[in-house]
Structures are given as structure tokens and as C-alpha cells.
């Protein structure tokens, strides 16, 4: 991550002590009003106290009131700097308060057993939620999956690419392809799924099993063996995505200095030379960021599979998401799914960091 | 009889044919895949105004093939003879469209409003929090991308069910507002990154605030950035389903909700899906038409630097 040119500002940064004053009571005030909200709410959750509040929406507004607080105390305690501050904080507390906290409570949640349709409330429960998920074939089954759609990635590259090469070649018409071309990644998954996954692959009278029907596939059945509806979900979620690797392709691609490929012209080379020997180590920088980001994107993937397949046959198409979803619905258990998301998130962060050291290096071929 | 003075050489005329030839494989190829990205948007429309024999016999082309009728948005209530009456479907339907364009355009706005001034403080000014600077900074925010939304949706759930944002718009907004937040602060700095710093500076030394220069000099200039990041946050939250469907219920569940509700569901005829399908698509369909520009330049962010 490079850093631009910084505004150096200097500036009287002298703040009278009574705005310091003011902004520390601000502060510290509206710390304090969170405090005996919360513990009154305690109190109420208790059982000691009755308030006659339904939920902890009030701990919630006087939270909020707290943040607006200590964003509003920079500016007056520390005058031009605060205000500068001003710029990220407001961020970083929406972040910190809406990820770190879920986190944290989500991490309690994983070692508990907690039906969230039981009047019972959770239970501790040990790491007995990990052996299950040691034990769990159809976790690790999704587990797998996720592997075998992330290697789709590369497939979808080389797609990717190709269009990204042919929309910057001299065409005509070039803005109406592009357009045409981005529409897949406009549509929602959901309505994709029906009008893709159930309506045109639909086995008596979709277009698709007709289309392959006449091309001599007898019995085009799309999601019936476990390889063929893997690879089915596979090009439906490509389809939807490749414009996305396409256009930061195609970004990359219109940055390459014009010269370049002329020089490699007017040098003799033929047009798969040029491409090998200029174009495409050039072209590694943008390629590896469009995969990561793709990347990031198909550890989402859940959407198409929860409703076109929902995960069958025999879990073939599951990912982790769209199981852990099912985990839920079916049985509500908050505590087991947690516990499969974190562990999920473990192998994400471990893997991606791995990746970002090996590819480092190729990122930044010019530094 | 004029005699032609320069004649195309052997080499020349094969150079010629090659050249054609690639000019149709290149056409050829463009055009096939403009099928393949257009041919859904197209049956599903015209399958919106089908009978079902016309579904069954597989007829492709309306007034050529077969006689369309409005059977599909009928039963949405939004063919030309229901419009005027009173239908529980077009209101459910009117409700979701109204949730999700609610939810979407909220979640949208907070997010390039934080992700605009993050970005903006995070391309002029040196921070410190701690051992972090301004490059660890950026990529705490970035490193959020990598959440799976599925690793907050069950903490979310225990968390809006204690708080009472459970089904509400304000609770989907939050959610959808951080889940788009770092994409917005990565396209943000980068066109801030592109904006000279002397045009501030310029300001400052004017006696301008720094909240002045920057509302008053930058934002004007950064508005293309902030319409790209605009327009792709719409597209990401519009379409978002998973956390939509296990934080909403009756109130504020959005149109991706109901159409895969409606999937599962046998019941359901094809025309009606088709008709509700396309009913939802077709908004993207036209925000992606009218401002591709846009969208282009916040995926092109990363790509070039």
C-alpha cells in the first residue's frame, strides 16, 4: 500500500484550555451516561431491576451518542489537528464497533450451545462444537469444494483475459460489447439463479438441455451427477463474475504505453511474442490483483448454490456458506455454525496471508 | 483499359486474407459472447409473456412464434387491465422493490460518505494510532474485505435479536454499509491519491479550514470516484441476499429475499418468475447501461496504479 503526497499543514495549534476543558467533560460525560446505561440494563437482564425496556436499544444510543462525543472532543481538544483526526475516525469507530465487537461475541458464541428458538438461552458447551466439526464429513466436504471453486478461478482468468484483449483491440462498436459484455455482473444471483439455474437449464424445455440435445448430449442432465452440477455452478457463478476480472483487465491493459507494443512490432515480433514477451509480464501486477480480489469474492460464494441446488447432489455443490446457512436454518443452532464460520475465517486469513508473501514479489515488479 | 501500375504481391494478398479472417474470428467471438451475456435477460422476458404450451413447445420469438399475453405480469398485477385494481401480489411486490431500494440507497450514501472522508484523511494527512501509520491504517480497513459475510451473519443475528434490529431497515443498513465500506475507501483514496495537493494547499493558505478545502475544492473534482463508488456499492447491496434472508422476515425483507422464496416453491408459475425475475433485474440492467462509464472506472480501481 504506497502513500501519496502528504499535505504538510503548519498551523497555530494552540487550543485554549477552557474548549480543552469542555471537551474532556464532553467526553468523559457521555462515557459515563453509556456506563450506567449499560449497567442498569444489566441490572434489568438480571433480574434485579425493572426498567421496562424491551431490548438493549438504549445501551445502543447512548453507545452512539459516546461516539459522536469523542469524535465532536477532537476537534476541541486538539483544535486543527482533531479536525484532521475527524477524517478517519468516524470509520475506524463503525468499523472497530460493527466487526471487533461481533467477532469477539461471535468467538463466545462458537464454544456454546445455543438453539436461538429454545426459551434456554445458550449453553457452554465446551469444545465439544469442535469435535463435531472434526467429525463432520459434509463440513469438510464444502471445505473441499471451496478448493475445487477457487481453481475455477483460473479458468475464468484465461476467459477473462481473452475478452479484455479482444475489447481493446481496434474495434468498432467497442462501447456497445462492453456494455453487453458487464451486464452479467449487474444481475442479482438470485434472479440468475431462477432465470438461468431453473428456467433456461430446465431438462424438458430449457433452451440449454435442448441446445445440447441436438449437439447429441441424450440425457443433458445438468445437475443430476455430482461432477457435472459442481462444474455447472462452477460456470454459472463464472458467468456472473467474469466481467468483473475482465474490466480490471481490460483497466490494465489501456495503461500499457502504446509505444510499448509498437516497439515490440517494429522489433519483428509476432503477434503471441509480443503477447508472451511484453504484454503479459506486464500485465502480471493488474492479473494478480484481479485474482485475489476474485478470490476474495468466490470465498463468498453462497447465493446460486443456496438456490438453485442447495448444496446437492449428496453435497457436490456446497460451499462452506451455503452449508453453514443450512446448518442454521434446519436446526438454529447459533453456537455449531459460529464455530464453523471462525474456523472458516481462520483458514481465509492464514491462506490469503500466505498468498499476499508469496505474490509480493511479482505485485510490485517495478519497485 | 487501365492497367493497374502497383499489383498486391503474393505476400500481400495472403497478409490481406489473414487480416480478414482475424478481423471475423475477432467479431465472431465478440458477437457469440454478447449472446451468452444477453440471451437470459432476453428468454426471461419474453417467458414473462408466455402460455404454457409456449413454454413447453419452446418457442423462442414473440409475434413470429407465439402470440404474447400479459399472463405473467397479471399475476404480478401489473399487466394494463390489473393495473387499476387492487392486488395483494403487486403490493407485496411494491413493498419488497421499496425495502430494497431503501436499504440499498441508505447503505450506499453512508458508505461513500465515511469511505470519502477515510479515504480523503488517509491520502493527505500522516496518522498515528499506536504502532499503526497511515499504511497499516489502509489496510485494516481493506483487510476487512476478506470477512466473509457468513463469519458476522450469526453474531449479527444473536446481536439484533438483543438490540431489537431484527427485521428493520436501520440493522440491514449498518451491515450493508460496512460489508461495502472498504471497496469504497480503496476506490476513494486512489482517486484522491490522483487530485495534486497544491489545490488545497492553494485553499489553505487562503484561510480555508481544512473541512472547507476539502468539501469545497476536492469533492467537485472527486465526484466521478464518488458516483463509481457509488453505483457499484448499489449493485453490491441490491443484489445481497444471504445476510438480507437470515436478518429479515416479514418488515423489511428486500426483493432478493422474495424472489428466492418464491423459487423454491413449486407452486409458483414460470410466467410469474419470469415476470418477477425480469421486474428485478431490469433496474441494474439500466443503471448498468446508463452509467457503465462509472461502474468501469470503480473496477478499475487496483488494476492500474
Not at chain 1, 466487526?99 to 438453539?115: C, E, K, Q
Not at chain 2, 483487510?143 to 458476522?152: D, E, G, K, T
Request: charged fraction near 15%.
Amino acid at each position: 500500500v504506497s502513500n501519496g503526497d502528504l499535505i504538510h499543514i503548519v498551523a497555530h495549534e494552540g487550543v485554549p484550555a477552557s474548549r480543552q476543558r469542555a471537551g474532556r467533560i464532553l467526553i468523559r460525560g457521555s462515557f459515563l451516561l453509556l456506563v450506567v446505561v449499560f449497567l442498569a440494563q444489566a441490572l434489568e437482564a438480571l433480574g434485579i431491576w425493572d426498567l421496562g425496556f424491551e431490548d438493549w436499544q438504549p445501551t445502543l444510543i447512548a453507545y452512539a451518542m459516546w461516539a459522536v462525543a469523542l469524535c465532536a472532543g477532537q476537534v476541541l481538544i486538539r483544535g486543527e489537528q482533531g479536525k484532521r483526526i475527524l477524517f478517519v475516525l468516524p470509520s475506524a469507530l463503525f468499523v472497530v464497533t460493527f466487526t471487533i465487537i461481533p467477532l469477539v461475541l461471535g468467538l463466545a458464541i462458537a464454544f456454546s450451545d445455543w438453539n436461538l428458538s429454545s426459551p434456554t438461552g445458550p449453553k457452554f458447551a465446551g469444545l465439544g462444537n469442535i469435535e463435531k466439526m472434526l467429525g463432520d464429513r459434509f463440513y469438510w466436504n464444502a471445505l473441499g469444494n471451496m478448493v475445487w471453486y477457487s481453481l475455477a478461478i483460473l479458468v475464468e482468468y484465461a476467459v477473462a483475459f481473452g475478452l479484455a484483449m479482444l475489447l481493446s483491440a481496434q474495434i468498432r462498436a467497442r462501447r456497445f460489447f462492453r456494455v453487453a459484455f458487464l451486464i452479467p455482473l449487474m444481475l442479482s444471483p438470485v434472479a440468475v439463479s431462477w432465470m438461468i439455474g431453473k428456467s433456461m437449464l430446465e431438462f424438458r424445455f430449457g433452451p440449454i438441455p435442448k441446445l445440447a440435445r441436438a449437439l447429441g448430449w441424450e440425457d443433458p442432465a445438468f445437475f443430476a451427477s455430482p461432477e457435472i452440477a459442481k462444474l455447472t455452478m462452477m460456470i454459472l457463478d463464472a458467468w456472473i463474475f467474469i466481467p468483473f476480472m475482465m474490466l480490471m483487465l481490460l483497466a490494465g491493459l489501456q495503461a500499457i504505453p502504446r509505444d510499448v507494443s509498437e516497439a515490440a512490432r517494429v522489433d519483428g515480433a509476432s503477434a503471441w511474442q509480443a503477447f508472451r514477451k511484453v504484454i503479459f509480464p506486464l500485465m502480471i501486477p493488474a492479473s494478480l490483483t484481479a485474482i485475489l480480489v476474485r478470490l476474495i469474492f468466490k470465498l463468498k460464494l453462497a447465493d446460486i448454490v443456496i438456490t438453485v441446488t442447495t448444496g446437492g447432489p449428496g453435497g457436490a455443490t456446497d460451499t462452506v456458506t451455503s452449508f453453514i446457512y443450512r446448518e442454521y436454518r434446519d436446526r438454529s443452532n447459533v453456537g455449531y455454525g459460529t464455530l464453523l464460520a471462525m474456523f472458516y475465517l481462520v483458514i481465509i486469513v492464514v491462506s490469503m496471508t500466505g498468498l499476499l508473501r508469496g505474490l509480493s514479489r511479482w505485485m510490485r515488479p517495478y519497485s | 483499359v487501365t492497367q493497374a501500375i502497383f499489383r498486391d504481391t503474393e505476400a500481400d494478398r495472403t497478409y490481406k486474407a489473414r487480416w480478414w479472417t482475424s478481423r471475423a474470428v475477432i467479431y465472431a467471438i465478440l458477437i457469440l459472447w454478447t449472446i451468452v451475456c444477453i440471451f437470459p435477460i432476453y428468454w426471461t422476458a419474453t417467458t414473462s409473456f408466455k402460455m404454457l404450451q409456449d413454454v413447453q413447445l419452446g418457442r423462442m420469438i414473440p409475434f413470429v412464434d407465439f402470440q404474447p399475453s400479459w399472463v405473467g405480469w397479471e399475476s404480478l398485477g401489473l399487466s394494463p387491465d390489473t393495473i387499476g385494481q387492487v392486488s395483494t401480489p403487486r403490493n407485496e411486490f411494491v413493498s419488497r422493490i421499496s425495502n430494497s431500494a431503501i436499504v440499498s440507497f441508505s447503505a450506499s450514501a453512508l458508505a461513500v460518505f465515511l469511505g470519502s472522508i477515510t479515504g480523503y484523511g488517509l491520502s493527505r494527512f500522516g496518522y498515528r494510532f499506536g504502532p499503526m501509520k497511515n499504511a497499516d491504517i489502509s489496510f485494516f480497513f481493506l483487510s476487512q474485505l476478506i470477512l466473509p459475510p457468513v463469519v458476522l451473519a450469526l453474531p449479527f443475528l444473536v446481536l439484533y435479536k438483543e438490540l431489537g434490529l431484527l427485521d428493520t431497515h436501520v440493522g440491514l443498513v449498518v451491515l450493508y454499509a460496512l460489508s461495502v465500506l472498504p471497496i469504497v475507501i480503496w476506490i476513494m483514496r486512489d482517486q484522491f491519491m490522483t487530485i495534486p495537493t497544491e489545490l488545497e494547499e492553494a485553499a489553505l493558505v487562503d484561510g480555508q479550514g481544512v473541512w472547507g478545502a476539502f468539501a469545497r475544492i476536492i469533492v467537485p473534482i472527486a465526484l466521478p470516484g464518488m458516483v463509481a463508488a457509488f453505483v457499484l456499492s448499489l449493485v453490491l447491496t441490491w443484489n445481497e441476499y444471504f445476510l438480507a434472508s437470515l436478518l429479515t422476515s416479514t418488515d423489511a425483507k428486500t426483493l432478493p429475499v422474495m424472489v428466492a422464496s418464491q423459487t423454491g416453491s413449486q407452486g409458483v408459475n414460470w410466467w410469474s418468475m419470469a415476470a418477477i425475475s425480469f421486474a428485478m433485474v431490469l433496474p441494474l440492467v439500466i443503471v448498468g447501461v446508463l452509467l457503465e462509464r462509472f461502474i468501469i472506472k470503480g473496477m478499475s480501481t487496483g488494476a492500474v496504479k
